[in-house]
């Protein structure tokens, strides 16, 4: 992925022990398309040299205001006129309070006060000791500098370099990666909550087996992720996988189909959004055993009866506030032929306005995919790409639809 390409980025240090994850962050942007201009503060300096920080960024790093190298000798105006955003990880108490009272005695906190506001947004990884984040003043700082515009990214909770345990560890580079290339999508789905179903469901035979499906819940999981960097409450109701929860997504862990139903009801009452996603067992045991089933030494095999699971799209698709349009509904539908027929008729049997066709086999586990739209005017075919590429496109999408039918 590139999701920052053609961003320029200054990122920032200032001084903390949490230097040394600036130093993995600054690759992390690189990586992900974006040019890197880094600039530091002689405290920064104290925990990792502009050296590491210039072979990292592949260009040479600023740390003064009488920096001779620029023709005009403004580094603060000339640096910040360039930047698509600067970001200051790990932004220090210290530097918190400098840049709320508008102090300019160094390069980094000069070129935040000199950066043109509307055009240059100031974003911040606060880093600190517990008791430094807690204290009256950093929470006074923190809430009056994101009245003045500044976007203040989460402090992580964990084991601090001095020992202590609490709130005020810089977030991990990755975390930071992905809160920023967020920051930048349009928020198309401001306002929404949007439910998503996630995964396979198992079905109990007994306490250790069950039935289960080949479902990885990546193509559910980007979704949720999409559907977050769009601006939603996110819920995820995932079924058994070890996906790691996208960032600010609420999940709730289900089993079985009987689970994800009652989860999804649940949720779906002040959702606006359900995007069923996944892979519903059609069956479960008539009845699971309490006990583990043996062997009898016959060779017999245990008879097993099915029920039918309950169809929690069609379900939640025939509430009240769904057929008011309260709720968008959406659905998938994994086919392994004639996918426009079978996703149509799926559309109309599970009555939800949007359905997405995909080839069952061809996605189950993978990291791409190739997508089916259709609606009532017709359908869309989404050419395979990633599957965060498919889900940003889908929420986009629903956004449309969205906006054409809520006032
Ligand atoms: N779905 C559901 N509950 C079920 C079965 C399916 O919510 N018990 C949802 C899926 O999450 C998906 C859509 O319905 O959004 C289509 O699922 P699919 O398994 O393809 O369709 P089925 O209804 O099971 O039809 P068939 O197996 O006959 O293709």
């Given at each position: 992925m590139n999701d920052l390409a053609g961003k320029h980025i200054v990122l920032g240090l200032t001084g903390g022990i949490a230097c040394y994850k600036a130093a993995e962050l600054c690759r992390a942007l690189i990586k992900e398309g974006a040019t890197v201009q880094v600039v530091m503060t002689e405290a920064a300096a104290k925990f990792i040299t502009p050296v590491t920080m210039q072979a990292l960024s592949n260009r040479s790093v600023y740390d003064s205001?009488?920096?001779?190298?620029?023709g005009n000798n403004m580094a603060h105006i000339n640096l910040s006129r360039e930047a698509d955003a600067i970001l200051i990880a790990p932004c220090s108490a210290d530097f918190m309070a400098k840049l709320l009272h508008g102090r300019a005695d160094d390069l980094l906190s000069l070129m935040c006060l000199a950066r043109p506001i509307d055009k240059v947004p100031l974003l911040i990884a606060p880093a600190m000791n517990r008791e430094m984040w807690a204290h009256p003043a950093t929470q006074r700082n923190l809430a009056q500098l994101k009245a003045d515009g500044t976007t203040v990214f989460d402090v992580g909770t964990g084991d601090q370099a001095c020992g202590e345990t609490g709130d005020g560890r810089m977030l991990e580079p990755e975390e930071l990666l992905q809160d920023l290339v967020s920051f930048f999508?349009?928020?198309?789905?401001?306002g929404q909550h949007v439910l998503v179903s996630a995964g396979p469901t198992y079905e109990a035979i007994d306490p250790v087996r069950g039935i289960t499906n080949l479902s990885s819940g990546k193509m559910g999981f980007a979704i949720a992720r999409a559907a977050h960097e769009a601006g939603a409450r996110v819920t995820l109701v995932a079924g058994p996988v070890s996906l790691p929860t996208p960032r600010g997504v609420e999940r709730v862990n289900v089993r079985s189909a009987q689970n994800m139903l009652e989860a999804s009801v649940k949720y779906a009452q002040d959702a606006t959004v359900f995007i069923a996603t996944a892979a519903v067992a059609d069956w479960r045991p008539a009845q699971a055993s309490d006990q583990k089933i043996k062997k009898d030494g016959s060779g017999a095999t245990p008879q097993l009866d099915f029920v039918e699971n309950p169809d929690i799209l069609a379900t939640v698709a025939k509430t009240p506030r769904a057929a008011a349009g309260a709720l968008y509904c959406v659905g998938f539908a994994a086919e392994s032929h004639d996918l426009l027929v079978h996703a149509t008729a799926k559309r109309a049997r599970k009555g939800v306005p949007l359905l997405v066709g995909n080839i069952g086999p061809a996605t189950f586990g993978q990291d791409d995919n190739a997508l089916l739209l259709v609606d009532a005017h017709g359908a869309q075919e989404v050419p395979r790409n990633s599957k965060l590429v498919l889900a940003r496109h889908l929420v986009t999408e629903i956004a449309r639809r969205l906006r054409a039918t809520q006032p």
């Open positions: 205001q009488w920096d001779a190298r620029e999508l349009p928020k198309v789905l401001a």
